[in-house]
């Protein structure tokens, strides 16, 4: 296997480890920790309880689905974006890129089965400081989409790759034609 296709590989296998995670600790909180309602609490840390959400929408309450037309159009919406996210991880080459495709890819199927299932997200994740919540309740998928986009976003910002420079006789071909042009 070439070095391009083993990092895609890591990659798809990122996804399919971060899809399992999300869904084996939504099993944990809905069953054996019995988060059955909306507002059921687990006090795990003075920081961080587990916290039973639906969520209806994406991102911040996004494209709230109220609806059994709407839920389907996020269904299909999500399923999009996770196929065009699983073609880009396909076309990469370096395991930095591929990576956080991997992140994203995982969490948004994690998230695309909650939908399908039950018609809203599974969230439980509560990290607080007191009353101050510096992030709404998620998930395991939620906060693998994050910090994904947050990587390509740095990457795409701030490593852009320098171009190559060019070879020796491209080099002289240039001199020797500026020299003309002048």
């Given at each position: 296997m070439t070095r391009p296709w083993?990092?895609?590989?890591?990659?798809?296998?990122?996804?399919a480890a971060i899809y399992a995670a999300d869904q084996w600790i939504?099993?944990?909180?809905?069953?054996?920790?019995?988060?059955?309602e909306v507002g059921d609490q687990l006090y795990l840390l003075p920081i961080f309880n587990f916290t039973r959400v639906n969520n209806f929408g994406l991102s911040l309450g996004f494209l709230e689905a109220t609806s059994s037309e709407m839920r389907?159009?996020?269904?299909?919406?999500?399923?999009?974006?996770?196929?065009v996210v699983c073609g880009w991880l396909l076309r990469e080459r370096k395991f930095a890129d591929i990576l956080p495709l991997g992140m994203i890819l995982g969490g948004a199927l994690g998230n695309i089965q909650d939908r399908v299932l039950y018609g809203h997200?599974?969230?439980?994740a509560d990290l607080h400081f007191g009353?101050?919540?510096?992030?709404?309740?998620?998930?395991?998928?939620?906060?693998a989409i994050s910090i994904g986009v947050a990587l390509i976003l740095v990457r795409a910002l701030f490593m852009r790759e320098k171009p190559a420079a060019p070879q020796r006789g491209e080099q002289a071909d240039e001199?020797?034609?500026?020299?003309?042009?002048a």
């Open positions: 083993r990092n895609r590989a890591l990659g798809l296998a990122l996804a939504k099993h944990l909180v809905t069953g054996p920790l019995g988060l059955t389907w159009g996020l269904v299909a919406l999500t399923g999009l974006i996770a196929l997200v599974i969230d439980y009353h101050i919540r510096p992030f709404l309740i998620f998930n395991v998928a939620d906060a001199t020797a034609e500026n020299s003309t042009n």
